[in-house]
């Protein structure tokens, strides 16, 4: 039913903690993370599993522009696309 909200009961569903999630903090101006994320990584939604990659012509087009536009950055910059496989391939 399209519009519908389920009322659920709050005595019946209590909530239960599954998980705490606790991350250090990142120093997210730090020079060198800068430049191995900013300028020598790429990011691009074609860079998905293949379930989730844009469909359409207008994905078509913004894909290519991705690719001339990170071809032209990484030229002008000097510096190949890096592709870690891990938090521990970052400065």
Known sequence: MHG????WS???SLFQPVA???????????????????????F???HSLAAHRPLGGIMRARMAAYAAVGRARREQNGQPVKKPRGAGDLP
Do not use: G, I
């Open 20 to 42: 705490r999630l606790v991350l250090p903090a990142q120093d997210a101006y730090d020079p060198a993370m800068q430049d191995a994320v900013d300028e020598a990584m790429s």
């Open 44 to 46: 691009c939604p074609a």
């Open 10 to 12: 709050e005595a019946e």
């Open 4 to 7: 519908a909200h389920a009322q």
